[in-house]
């Protein structure tokens, strides 16, 4: 699904394989790179033969951006649900000014690009205007994103249960995209350690064991590294089937 929706965002007639290969290897290389945005760099890396480098660019800051907001809408709906504790509302308060903060920042930075004139102006200029010329794909998009990160909430609350954890799952909605908000940070690789730290301290307030959260987060790591080693071999293995055939069928079609 994050394939499909990247695929979206870029808006170009590329197969469908390519993103799904792509997305795999950008989540493998989360394992070994800085904060989670390590492996949109490795995805789009990836991309770039299929797509044109800033168009790729462009669309991988879109997508994170996207993710983004999303998380944050969760967080802000799930607390009118889960209540805010008096910690969970200092965090609040505190968060909220890094957000105005980096809010001011990106508009800024968005300003300086708008006001260059070049080649990076233009093409930011054309991309955001294609987008807004294919809101029904990026409605998509939108509604892919938040299908998503809803779906991986639910699963680390079903992992928590088997767990021990009986927090409600309100409760999740707010810990979970937090706790991932804080490992985009480039502070570990891939954010371990990181996010598990923050989701300990977040659900700490709901009532949340401890311990219980942190063994969650650890088996919520192994399904990200099963799943997305596996996910890495088996795309590779198709893609490398697949270019052994059209050899295969060019080569008789010399003969």
Known sequence: MNAIKLRLIVGRPVPLSTFVQAQYAGLVANLGLPGLAGGDLARATYL??????????????????????????LIAIALLVAGVPAPIAEIVRR????LVGAAVVGAVLVGVVLRRK????????????????????????????????????????????EAGVTTGLA???????????????????????????????????YGAPREDVLATGILWQGVLTVSGLGGLIVT????????????????QGTE
Do not use: C, H, Y
Request: cysteine-free; overall charge positive.
């Open 118 to 161: 070049g080649t990076l102006s233009n093409e930011f200029v054309s991309f955001w205007d294609e987008i807004w010329q294919r809101r029904v794909s990026m409605a998509g998009a939108v509604a892919i994103s938040f299908s998503v990160q809803a779906a991986f909430v639910q699963t680390n609350a079903m992992l928590a249960q």
């Open 95 to 98: 968060a909220s000014r890094w």
């Open 236 to 251: 590779q293995w198709l893609r490398r089937s697949a270019a052994n055939r059209e050899r295969r069928t060019s080569s």
């Open 48 to 73: 770039v033969p299929a797509v044109t480098k800033k168009r790729v660019a462009l669309a991988s800051v879109a997508d994170r951006m996207l993710d983004t907001l999303t998380l944050v809408v």
């Open 171 to 205: 409760a999740w909605f707010v810990g979970w995209p937090a706790s991932k908000l804080v490992a985009v940070l480039p502070i570990s690789l891939g954010g371990i350690g990181v996010r598990e730290a923050a989701l300990v301290t977040l659900m700490a307030p």
